[in-house]
Structures are given as structure tokens and as C-alpha cells.
């Protein structure tokens, strides 16, 4: 298959694609999406196929508005989820409720599970393709299964060209992670994974009381499927550049430490320090490169650039092992270290 690059004036040829059944990939503020009408079953089965993801994963369906959104799942109006909805939307918020018994959506979307993720996205792009469409757009990130999420359109090409009948090329994805997922189906609201807005940002909406993190699950039973995870996806490696990952957190001169450990452990790999911090700050730890993600005090910047520093590593091909140090957890930091955990292995 031909993968055609379709500029922001050819919105109308991706909406018509779409709406033949083809994959359309596009931007959202979060990360790319790569889009199938969600009401075609076969062309949503094809998203997992292209993907190489799991059939028991399911999509997050887009709308253009709160009202479209509103239309497929069971939701008050003055419900806390609703809040959150009107607070957020257009914006990097999923929210998961109960699907209505009767509506358009593919089974396939939701793999088979009674609620729906449902999202309006901020890009304007994104949200005037669904209009053009005139159906809601199923849309996991743009990556082959396992890979870091695509923040450009030349992200996706790297993965799914071939695989894809075209990809819309917008602006460069500016929050860089992707959207909060909330369970709105729980009282209180259950943040099943960290992203673009930040526990404090919902909290100032629905009170302190109103949502919590999700619990971490034990090493042990994490990924067991008996367990069910209620964010199925997150239960598969994430996030992940062919290098292996290692994460530390600590005082540098512990970091010394650990790189000096991860050389007895892997004795011929060149070994790459990505950090948030100054690299003159990092020299000292002793990798055979520094490479500089966003600035430390500014969680925004670190989570625009993470998957594009991420995807280098794959470039550079000499690089062994990566070591990620020195990430804050304020604010959207929260969702930078929880891609980072995710696309990590133990030393
Ligand atoms: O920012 C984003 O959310 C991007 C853009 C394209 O919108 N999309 C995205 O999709 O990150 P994906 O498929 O890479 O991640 C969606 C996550 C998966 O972990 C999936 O398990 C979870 O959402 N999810 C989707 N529907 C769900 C549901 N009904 N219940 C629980 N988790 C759900
Ligand atoms: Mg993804």
C-alpha cells in the first residue's frame, strides 16, 4: 500500500478516506493518532492489525464535541466525570463510561468491554477531520505496538508507512504525552493513567477527594491477566526504543554507581544518559553520552521532546543501553516518569 502525505488543505481526501473504511493517521495536541470510522468494523479491526496490537487493547474514540461525545456513553450532566469533561474538553482528557446499549460504535473498539474511552481532542485539525468525516474517529497512538507514541508525522511514517492510506501532517504535537485517562465509572474518579492533565488540574475541578491515582500494581502480579487491568493497554511493554532502558532515581554520585554496575552487566555497550538536567551537571556519572530532555524546572518542555529523544536513540544505532536521570514529578511530570517506569527493566 501507497502511504499518501496529506497536508493540512487536504482535509476533505482524509475525511473521505476515512470514510471509505481506509487507516488515516493524524495529529492531536497529545501524540498522533492513527484513525479508523469507528463505526466500520472492519476498518477498526484493521487499526490492530496495523499496529501489531493486542485484540484485547481497546481504542479511545474521538469526537468533535462534548454533545457527540455525550451521544454514545451513559454519563449525569452534573456528574463529576461531566465536570471534568466541560472543564478539559477539547483536551488531552479520556474519559471511560458506560457505553449505551444501542449506538453506532464497533464492538471492536472497545474490545468487547460495556464502557467506551472517549475523548474531544484540542487540535483543531483533529477535531475539523471528524467534523469533514462526519463520524467519530477511532484512534490509538500512531506507533507499532511497544514503540514510543509518534509526536510528528514523520514519526508515523517511520513506523506505518505501508501500512497506513495516509497520514495528515499537522503542527508537532505540543504536550508530547498522551491524553489522562479518568474512570468515570468509579466515585471517586480513578486516574488510570497519567498524562496531559495533571492530578492537581482535576482535583481543582472535582476536589481533592474527587479523584485518585490509580494504584500501582505490585511487580509480581503486574501484567498477570487474571487481574484485569482497568487501563488493559497499560499492562504490555510501553514506550520502548530498541535499546534497553533502565531508569534510576537518586543522588548522582549513586548514579556513578549504577553505571558502573550496568558496565559489568553489559560490558561492550556504549551506554547514553538521558536526562532533564544540565548535562555539566550529569558528566561526572560517567555514560559515554548526554542527551538533554527539556529543562528540569519545566516538566512541559521534558514531556514535548521525551518520544522524539526516545526515537533517536533508534537512529544513532550504537547506543546499548540508555539510562533515564534526573525527571521531575511535578505536574506533568508525573506522566513523563510513568512512560519512563513503563519502557524501563530492572539492572
Ligand atoms: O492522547 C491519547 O490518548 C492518544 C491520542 C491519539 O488520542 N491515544 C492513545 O491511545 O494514547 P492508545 O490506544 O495508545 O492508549 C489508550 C489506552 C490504552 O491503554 C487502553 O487500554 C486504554 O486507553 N483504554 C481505552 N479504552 C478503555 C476502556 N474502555 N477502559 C479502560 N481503558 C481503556
Ligand atoms: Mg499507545
Known amino acids: 500500500m501507497d502511504t499518501r502525505i496529506l497536508g493540512e488543505a487536504q482535509v476533505a481526501e482524509a475525511a473521505a478516506l476515512l470514510r471509505s473504511g481506509a487507516l488515516v493517521a493524524f495529529?492531536?495536541?497529545?501524540?498522533?493518532?492513527?484513525?479508523?470510522?469507528?463505526?466500520?468494523?472492519?476498518?477498526?479491526?484493521?487499526?490492530?492489525?496495523?499496529?501489531?496490537?493486542?485484540?484485547d487493547n481497546p481504542l479511545i474514540v474521538h469526537f468533535g464535541s462534548l454533545e457527540a461525545a455525550r451521544a454514545v456513553v451513559e454519563v449525569a450532566e452534573d456528574s463529576a466525570a461531566w465536570r471534568l469533561a466541560r472543564a478539559f474538553w477539547p483536551g488531552p482528557l479520556t474519559l471511560v463510561l458506560p457505553q449505551r446499549t444501542a449506538t453506532p460504535i464497533s464492538r471492536a473498539?472497545?474490545?468487547?468491554?460495556?464502557?467506551?474511552?472517549?475523548?474531544?481532542?484540542?487540535?483543531?485539525?483533529?477535531?475539523?477531520?471528524?467534523?469533514?468525516?462526519?463520524?467519530?474517529?477511532a484512534a490509538p497512538s500512531a506507533n507499532r505496538s511497544g514503540k514510543p507514541s509518534p509526536t510528528c508525522a514523520?514519526?508515523?511514517?517511520?513506523?506505518?508507512?505501508?501500512?497506513?492510506?495516509?497520514?495528515?501532517?499537522?503542527?508537532?504535537?505540543?504536550v508530547g504525552v498522551e491524553s489522562t485517562i479518568v474512570d468515570g465509572t468509579q466515585s471517586p474518579l480513578v486516574v488510570l493513567r497519567p498524562?496531559?492533565?495533571?492530578?492537581?488540574?482535576l482535583r481543582a475541578v472535582v476536589g481533592?477527594?474527587?479523584?485518585?491515582?490509580?494504584?500501582?500494581?505490585?511487580?509480581?502480579?503486574?501484567?498477570?491477566?487474571?487481574?484485569?487491568?482497568?487501563?488493559?493497554?497499560?499492562?504490555y511493554v510501553h514506550y520502548a526504543p530498541e535499546a534497553p532502558v533502565y531508569f534510576f532515581d537518586g543522588p548522582t554520585s549513586d548514579c556513578t554507581a549504577f553505571i558502573t554496575k550496568l558496565r559489568d552487566a553489559r560490558p561492550a555497550a556504549s551506554i547514553a544518559l538521558l536526562?532533564?538536567?544540565?548535562?555539566?551537571?550529569?558528566?561526572?556519572?560517567?555514560?559515554?553520552?548526554?542527551?538533554?530532555?527539556?529543562?528540569?524546572?519545566?516538566?512541559?518542555?521534558?514531556a514535548r521532546e521525551l518520544y522524539a529523544c526516545l526515537r533517536q536513540f533508534d537512529c544513532e544505532g550504537a547506543v546499548g543501553a540508555i539510562v533515564c536521570y534526573g525527571f521531575p514529578t511535578e505536574g506533568v511530570g508525573e506522566a513523563v516518569l510513568n512512560r519512563l517506569q513503563k519502557a524501563a527493566?530492572?539492572?
Open 27 to 55: 495529529p492531536t495536541e497529545t501524540v498522533y493518532g492513527l484513525g479508523a470510522d469507528a463505526t466500520n468494523d472492519a476498518a477498526v479491526r484493521g487499526i490492530y492489525e496495523a499496529k501489531g496490537r493486542p485484540s
Open 109 to 137: 473498539a472497545s474490545a468487547g468491554l460495556p464502557t467506551l474511552g472517549v475523548r474531544v481532542p484540542g487540535n483543531e485539525l483533529a477535531r475539523r477531520l471528524i467534523d469533514t468525516a462526519g463520524v467519530p474517529i
Open 195 to 201: 498524562g496531559g492533565v495533571t492530578l492537581a488540574q
Open 154 to 174: 514523520a514519526h508515523v511514517a517511520d513506523d506505518l508507512r505501508g501500512r497506513v492510506a495516509a497520514i495528515l501532517e499537522g503542527e508537532v504535537s505540543e
Open 208 to 235: 481533592d477527594d474527587g479523584v485518585v491515582p490509580c494504584a500501582p500494581s505490585p511487580p509480581e502480579t503486574d501484567g498477570s491477566p487474571d487481574l484485569a487491568p482497568r487501563a488493559p493497554g497499560m499492562k
Open 275 to 302: 536526562t532533564s538536567l544540565d548535562p555539566s551537571d550529569v558528566a561526572a556519572c560517567g555514560a559515554d553520552s548526554v542527551v538533554r530532555c527539556g529543562h528540569y524546572e519545566r516538566a512541559d518542555t521534558i
Open 345 to 347: 527493566q530492572k539492572l
